[in-house]
């Protein structure tokens, strides 16, 4: 942030340092070891007066010299100077904090560099013992350059009590340096085992060459014990939280921490294998890929090592943006632009936004992602996200993400950055939503006599909204299926609700009824239901018409196939359908019509990119499936994507439980809401409905605008009953964590309540059974004191507005109200009248059943009693 960047888009991501780094690393741990192997070999000669070892060893000497003092020089200069570029701020912390460390090791390296030389070119011309003294004191300074450094590499790790005390010995003796001094030991030993292999399979004398492949073998052989010990000592030395990040969260890691474990038997067996006597044909190919498979295994702990320090460059101090983590606050709250030093753009404006993008990805992304690169390629890794979805992914992925910082920066410049990203990186253009909605030209309201019909027939749907995801051949969150209900009541003095001796047909309003129609909805499939899908759901449902069946003292028609996708094309989510009463000789008592709400317009493409799959807000199509599936198998370690490519379509309530739907899922993992709003919350954080309209099929510009009902008139919104997206998320974890479910528990940890001071003023909930109600409110029936109703749940299902019923326990309280979020009288978006049928058709007004006094619906005398609850003898109040 107070330097200039160095621009190297493909190059970026950190495959710089890696291509210069691992192979400076990989040399200097033979330059350690194979000093080493040098002093050792030259004893062996003497020990055995064998001349020809003597003379290996000097050829040995001259390729050691070669690969080590230039190869090993270049490339150790070129680390200094490209690290210096990508991150001059880590650079210099490490240079003044340490700086007599580095003076010490370059001694120590000038003292490596002259015994060296003396050491090869004094061959035959120096005394034995004096000669053995200037390898010793080659291979003495380079493990004391390795001593140096290693304390200097695990401090970016491990920075232990300096991050406190800044005091040198803390910072250089960190927890990690003690076992990092001996794995690396162990490994420098390896190491020059391999490369003494390329020489000595090259040896033409056959005898000698046995002789000295099987010397360089126990080279390899015997350290490696010491390794893996040193290797699990310095697993357990890191910080638990490292240990969880490196080995279970980051997914980039399990490639190379598989590779590390892979390899270390197959070196182990290659050591055995060159062992035994093969003719040289076979022994150099074979050498040569041991040293490939070294160079790898060495490059799999050093990713393994650096990736272990994100988000940071400098593990709890400095982000590898370059902030310290104590100015983070300050550029969140000031701006990045504002902050940074080498910025053109100190504002963002409509002309500006895109180059102010730019240098912000610059300064916060670039350290650790290409451009189109081999490493980190930001194109491809955001490719399944809109622009929305990437400013809503900054928002929280230091919470979800834990190896990548906190956005650095202000929601505004969040946005540039996403814009930049998805605009001129990725190519999206962000389409206008502006939505048209076709309104439903009449609603035809039944016919009804007070003087003459002796019934009267309520029905409802058991949701406000059933909102379902409708890329059955891939994947499916939401199953389709809306219930009906209905009752039955014989008009008189004392009216009765009939179940017996009738029959109640039902029949899905025309534009609906043909199955054949809605073909392309369900693809590959001749019927309504995609096959796999049922199997999965054990949903039968009903059919498009039939007969209700009657229960105590309601009818109903469960799971209908209904989709908002009319015959002739488009999206209407509010189809009617018709209910006819009937004798027990066929003869019609009273018809109505009710609403059966779907929805379709789930907003998952609004983050997760990809098209609407009807229209221009509707549907999910397979690309947005696709991407959510992705992100699932990348975050979880699933292997949903390859299931769906299997032709085996995913389905959520498999593992996450859905009281809703009972379906039971795997108790070991979140139920369905939780996992759900518990991970979105940390993206959504707007502190208003629009978290939920995100989402939920509700917004105001939508194309289905769900909440219609009276509450929505009265500019009351989801987070009045429901608490904003974090809070409603907690009281779903903290059930879950009650039950014992750590996931839960971590969810919780990254979320702040906003409605109660702390989490444990949130009063947890099971979702479907613990909702909020009308009653919260309006305590005894009677006006409302507050609007806000978060934090007071039902006990069981029984108390759900959905399922209770009035004081006499016939009728429900939907049935004269409504359903949820469409209570009486509603504003359908699509005709003002479209939910209010009932209402208009029984007393003229769209008003809750019998409101106004008017029980003469049912009543055939005159009521001066409340019957079926208090307060309701009195005119309607919100008219």
């Not at 912390?93 to 004094?122: C, S």
């Not at 197959?266 to 006597?277: E, K, S, V």
């Not at 996403?418 to 962000?430: D, E, F, P, T, V």
């Not at 003469?856 to 609850?869: I, W, Y």
Request: aromatic residues 10%; negative net charge.
């Amino acid at each position: 942030m107070n330097y200039p960047v160095w621009q190297l888009d493909a190059f970026g991501g950190g495959l710089m340092i890696a291509m210069i780094a691992v192979f400076h690393v990989y040399i200097s741990h033979f330059a350690v070891g194979g000093g080493l192997f040098l002093v050792l070999t030259e004893h062996k000669a003497y020990r055995e007066k064998d001349p020809s070892i003597l003379d290996y060893a000097r050829k040995h000497t001259r390729f050691f010299l070669l690969i080590t003092m230039v190869a090993g020089g270049i490339t150790g200069v070129g680390i200094w100077f490209t690290i210096a570029l990508l991150n001059p701020g880590a650079t210099s912390v490490l240079i003044h904090n340490f700086v007599f460390a580095w003076a010490i090791e370059w001694v120590f390296f000038t003292i490596e560099i002259i015994a060296l030389l003396i050491y090869y070119y004094t061959y035959g011309r120096m005394d034995r013992r004096n000669h053995l003294i200037i390898g010793w004191i080659y291979f003495g300074a380079a493990w004391m350059s390795l001593f140096i450094i290693n304390g200097i590499i695990d401090f970016m790790l491990t920075p232990g009590d300096w991050i406190q005390t800044h005091n040198f010995w803390d910072g250089y003796f960190n927890p990690t340096f003690w076992p990092a001094l001996f794995f690396r030991t162990a490994l420098c030993i390896i190491i020059a085992g391999l490369f003494g292999f390329m020489t000595s399979t090259w040896i033409k004398q056959a005898s000698l060459r046995k002789k000295l492949v099987r010397y360089c073998a126990l080279y390899l052989l015997i350290p490696f014990a010491v390794l893996l010990a040193s290797a699990w000592w310095y697993k357990a030395a890191l910080p638990a939280e490292l240990q969880t990040l490196i080995f279970e969260i980051m997914p980039e890691m399990k490639l190379f921490i598989t590779g590390f474990i892979y390899l270390s038997p197959i070196l182990i067996l290659g050591g055995l294998l060159l062992a035994i006597r093969l003719p040289s044909i076979v022994t150099r190919p074979v050498a040569v890929v041991m040293l490939l498979l070294g160079f790898a295994y060495m490059g799999c702990f050093e990713f393994i090592r650096e990736g272990g320090r994100r988000p940071y460059i400098l593990r709890d101090y400095m982000y590898s943006s370059s902030i310290l983590k104590e100015d983070m606050a300050k550029v969140q709250q000031n701006g990045l632009l504002k902050e940074a030093k080498w910025v053109r753009n100190k504002n963002i404006t409509v002309a500006s936004e895109l180059d102010a993008g730019r240098e912000m990805y610059n300064i916060l992304c670039l350290p650790c992602h290409s451009i189109n690169g081999p490493l980190n390629d930001i194109t491809k890794l955001s490719s399944i996200f809109s622009e929305r979805g990437l400013k809503n992914l900054m928002a929280g992925m230091d919470k979800t993400h834990p190896y990548m910082p906190p956005f650095a920066g202000t929601a505004e410049e969040r946005k540039a950055v996403a814009h930049y990203i998805s605009y001129h990186l990725n190519g999206q253009r962000q389409s206008s939503e502006e939505v048209e909605i076709s309104p439903v030209a009449a609603v035809d309201i039944p016919a009804f006599n007070d003087k003459q019909n002796e019934y009267v027939l309520l029905a409802w749907s058991d949701m406000g909204m059933r909102s379902m995801t409708d890329s059955s051949n891939s994947w499916m969150m939401l199953p389709p299926g809306v219930t009906l209900n209905a009752t039955l009541i014989l008009r008189g003095e004392t009216p009765e609700v009939i179940t017996e001796g009738v029959s109640l047909e039902y029949q899905v309003a025309a534009d609906f009824s043909d199955p054949a129609a809605q073909v392309d909805f369900w693809q590959n499939s001749a019927s309504l239901f995609n096959k796999e899908i049922l199997r999965n759901t054990g949903l039968s449902g009903s059919g498009l018409n039939g007969i209700m069946k009657a229960g105590e003292s309601t009818f109903s028609a469960e799971l209908l196939p209904l989709v908002p996708y009319p015959n002739k094309g488009g999206y209407l989510p509010y189809p009617t359908v018709s209910i006819t009463a009937k004798g027990s000789e066929g003869n019609t008592l009273v018809t109505t019509t009710v609403v059966a709400p779907v929805a379709t317009e789930m907003g998952c493409r609004n983050c997760h990119a990809g098209p609407w799959r009807v229209g221009n807000r509707a549907g999910v199509s397979r690309q947005t499936a696709e991407n959510v599936l992705a992100v699932h198998d990348r975050l979880s370690g699933t292997s949903l994507s390859a299931q769906v490519a299997a032709g085996k379509p995913v389905l959520c309530q498999q593992c996450h439980s859905d009281s809703n739907g009972r379906h039971p899922g795997n108790e070991q993992q979140l139920n369905m809401s939780a996992a759900i709003h518990g991970f979105h919350a940390n993206f959504l954080t707007s502190q208003d409905a629009s978290a939920c309209t995100s989402c939920h099929p509700a917004a105001e510009d939508g194309s289905t605008r769900a909440f219609r009902g009276m509450h929505h008139s009265l500019e009351l919104d989801c987070t009045s009953c429901h608490g904003n997206l974090s809070d409603h998320a907690l009281t779903l974890l903290k059930w879950e964590q009650e039950k014992g479910n750590n996931r839960a528990s971590v969810l919780i940890s990254r979320l702040q309540p906003s409605a109660v001071d702390t989490v444990a003023d949130i009063n947890p909930r099971k979702p479907w059974v613990n909702e909020p109600d009308c009653l919260h409110c309006h305590l005894e029936f009677q006006v409302p004191e507050d609007d806000i109703t978060f934090n007071q749940w039902t006990e069981s299902e029984e108390e759900l507005f959905r399922n209770r019923t009035d004081e006499s326990g016939q009728l429900r309280c939907a049935g004269c109200h409504n359903s949820a979020h469409a209570v009486y009288p509603t504003v359908n978006p699509y005709n003002e009248n479209l939910d209010n049928i009932q209402p208009l058709q029984y007393q003229g007004e769209p008003f809750p059943i019998g409101s106004n006094r008017n029980c003469a619906v049912c009543h055939t005398m005159t009521m001066d009693e409340e019957m079926h609850h208090p307060n309701m003898l009195r005119e309607f109040r919100n008219q």
